[in-house]
């Protein structure tokens, strides 16, 4: 039995962000990879649909410029032959401020040949925001 596609992709991934060391996370992206990660794009320009390997190790640098990881914990995880689904829980730092960010995701990921092919990535974008403003967003109560 050989080890599953997302185990090699997820320390490909962690070193890349926290290490700079984009080799590995290369080799395991497929050329035409689609990578989507949900969120507001006006506040964090690393969200939104991108296509191919150089975009996605760009967004991969954009983010390894914006945080540091220092936990992160995968609360379920559901594999398949070729694709694997997880609800994480990152502990988090942002580089410009040193504030600590806690994250909550699911990412949702397809492999083909062993490389990623597709990932969605949905974010608690809400707490996010509250987390780098600095306070509660103060919504008018729905009666």
């Known amino acids: 039995m050989t080890e599953h596609s997302l185990w090699r992709f997820s320390r490909a991934?962690?070193?890349?962000?926290?290490?700079?060391?984009?080799?590995?996370?290369?080799?395991?992206?497929?050329d035409d990879v689609d990578w989507r990660m949900y969120g507001p794009i006006d506040m964090f320009p690393f969200f939104g649909a991108k296509r191919g390997k150089p975009e996605i190790?760009?967004?991969?640098?954009?983010?390894?410029?914006?945080?540091?990881?220092?936990?992160?914990?995968?609360?379920?995880?559901?594999?398949?032959?070729?694709?694997?689904?997880?609800?994480?829980?990152?502990?988090l730092t942002a580089l410009d401020s040193n504030k600590p960010i806690s994250?909550?995701?699911?990412?949702?990921?397809?492999?083909?040949a062993e490389r990623l092919?597709?990932?969605r990535i949905v974010i608690d974008t809400?707490?996010?925001?509250?987390?780098?403003?600095?306070?509660?967003i103060d919504l008018p109560q729905i009666a």
């Open 13 to 30: 991934l962690l070193r890349a962000l926290n290490e700079r060391q984009f080799d590995d996370l290369a080799a395991l992206l497929d």
């Open 57 to 91: 190790l760009e967004v991969c640098r954009q983010i390894a410029d914006n945080v540091r990881i220092h936990r992160f914990d995968r609360e379920a995880v559901m594999l398949g032959a070729d694709t694997a689904a997880s609800m994480i829980r990152y502990s």
């Open 103 to 112: 994250l909550r995701l699911a990412h949702f990921a397809q492999f083909k």
């Open 117 to 119: 092919a597709s990932i």
């Open 126 to 136: 809400f707490d996010l925001v509250e987390q780098v403003i600095g306070h509660p």
